[in-house]
T-cell receptor, first 116, second 111 residues
Framework: EAGVAQSPRYKIIEKRQSVAFWCNPI?????LYWYQQILGQGPKLLIQ????????DSQLPKDRFSAERLKGVDSTLKIQPAKLEDSAVYLC??????????????FGSGTQLSVL | QKEVEQNSGPLSVPEGAIASLNCTYS??????FFWYRQYSGKSPELIMF????GDKEDGRFTAQLNKASQYVSLLIRDSQPSDSATYLC???????????FGAGTRLAVHP
């Protein structure tokens, strides 16, 4: 079974530039999450999708961050304009449906963003 | 502000010993509790989840939950150098919705 795919793996940009990250979840997983993990901290949820609808985006800085999940499959997260404090690893995760025992959150390998 | 607190460590234990990792949370309404392992430069992977008070064992891992004390712990028996990683505690209202992660505890198992 293929895992959660993310690209790019690394990105270096200057402040005020824009950047986009891509995620392809595990096939059939309806729920998709974007997390931000700043060095030395735990992941923080930015946005949660159920199919192509937004379930929770309460912690997404909407003045600069946007995300979409067209057709309920892959997703993009965009930052425009970037700030220094956006330097972090951006993790995408997906989850299947079923009993709590087999409901696991699968993370992609992440995109490490450095804003200079 | 709902919080999940963990000692950042590092927690250093000798190979073969029991490693005890602790986590406290502020939201009394929390219903689901997870432990993730994160190797340096890698993404988190789920190792245990627990929903009810008491102990839950899976191989060398035991998760313990005490909702009255708002405390969850992870015990790793017979610790191995390959267990050296950061362990993240995550807490949620139910299922995987709105999981709040702690900052993690770094565990170092030395031969």
């Amino acid at each position: 079974e293929a895992g959660v795919a993310q690209s790019p793996r690394y990105k270096i940009i200057e402040k005020r530039q824009s950047v986009a990250f891509w995620c392809n979840p595990i096939s059939g997983h309806a729920t998709l999450y974007w997390y931000q993990q700043i060095l030395g901290q735990g992941p923080k949820l930015l946005i949660q999708f159920q199919n192509n609808g937004v379930v929770d985006d309460s912690q997404l800085p909407k003045d600069r961050f946007s995300a979409e999940r067209l057709k309920g499959v892959d997703s993009t997260l965009k930052i425009q304009p970037a700030k220094l404090e956006d330097s972090a690893v951006y993790l995408c995760a997906s989850r299947g449906q079923g009993t709590p025992t087999n409901e696991k959150l699968f993370f992609g390998s992440g995109t490490q963003l450095s804003v200079l | 502000q709902k919080e999940v607190e963990q000692n950042s460590g590092p927690l250093s234990v000798p190979e073969g010993a029991i490693a005890s990792l602790n986590c406290t949370y502020s939201d009394r309404g929390s219903q689901s509790f997870f432990w993730y392992r994160q190797y340096s430069g890698k993404s988190p992977e789920l190792i245990m989840f627990i929903y009810s008070n008491g102990d839950k064992e899976d191989g060398r891992f035991t998760a313990q939950l005490n909702k009255a004390s708002q405390y969850v712990s992870l015990l790793i028996r017979d610790s191995q150098p390959s267990d050296s990683a950061t362990y993240l505690c995550a807490v949620g209202p139910g299922g995987y919705n709105k999981l709040i992660f702690g900052a993690g505890t770094r565990l170092a198992v030395h031969p």
